[in-house]
């Protein structure tokens, strides 16, 4: 992402967040049934308006395999690599800045609204983070400060590799305070405060089945393999 592109993406989450601070204090809101941490509603939060759905990630778990599958079937989006899954110019999958404060509140009050998410296995999570991000990494290496800190807390680590017993307890013991999603509780990241169809990756199949009928696809579209993640 250019850095022009970066810059406009800030600000349009900053005006969003400001619109929703002010929302809230002056009338009441449908983004009050949304826990505090407007910069990660921007991040997690994948919204398809024209079905009335939204999707919450939840990092490394299947949420590359969830992307490709709704980019898909709404847009017919098919990429060659799955990176870009990620990247939502590519995926055609919004932001809640990406559609406006106005009507994704409009969207929150829509009694058909769809919002569901897919969790996973807090240990197998843990163990996908590792060995996608961690496991062949230089955890020394200056370029790598922010992911040491991340995991740590500071930056300064004589660790050149980690294994996982070295990562899993710096990692949960910072898991409560850290930005970085892919280790972050789960708990943390589901910012709704209201119930919503929470569906297993184990059973990823058969858990989205109340999910087709607002793609308007068939069962059959769900025999894909799960990208590695």
């Known amino acids: 992402m250019s850095r022009l592109s970066k810059l406009i993406r800030s600000r349009k989450e900053h005006i969003?967040?400001?619109?929703?601070?002010?929302?809230?204090?002056?009338?009441?809101s449908a983004t009050s049934g949304l826990n505090e941490g407007a910069a990660d509603l921007?991040?997690?939060?994948?919204?398809?308006?024209?079905?009335?759905?939204?999707?919450?990630?939840?990092?490394?778990?299947?949420?590359?395999?969830?992307?490709?599958?709704?980019?898909?079937?709404?847009?017919?989006?098919?990429?060659?690599?799955?990176?870009?899954?990620?990247?939502?110019?590519?995926?055609?999958?919004?932001?809640?800045?990406?559609?406006?404060?106005?009507?994704?509140e409009t969207l929150l009050q829509d009694p058909e609204l769809l919002t569901f998410t897919v969790v996973r296995s807090p240990f197998a999570r843990l163990r996908s983070c590792y060995l996608d991000k961690v496991a062949n990494l230089d955890i020394g290496d200056p370029k790598n400060a922010l992911l040491a800190r991340q995991i740590f807390g500071h930056s300064k680590t004589q660790d050149r590799s980690l294994s996982f017993g070295r990562f899993v307890e710096p990692a949960c013991s910072t898991s409560a305070s850290t930005r970085n999603g892919h280790w972050m509780p789960m708990s943390r990241i589901l910012l709704v405060r209201t119930a919503i169809p929470v569906i297993k990756l184990a059973s990823l199949a058969s858990g989205l089945q109340p999910v087709l009928p607002r793609l308007s696809v068939s069962s059959s579209l769900l025999l894909f393999p799960l990208i590695p993640n």
């Open 16 to 28: 969003f967040s400001m619109q929703m601070r002010l929302s809230r204090c002056f009338a009441e």
């Open 42 to 104: 921007h991040y997690y939060f994948n919204v398809i308006p024209q079905k009335k759905l939204i999707y919450i990630e939840v990092p490394k778990a299947g949420c590359t395999t969830m992307k490709s599958f709704l980019a898909r079937t709404i847009d017919g989006i098919n990429l060659e690599h799955h990176d870009d899954y990620h990247d939502r110019k590519k995926s055609g999958l919004l932001a809640p800045s990406g559609i406006g404060f106005k009507p994704f």
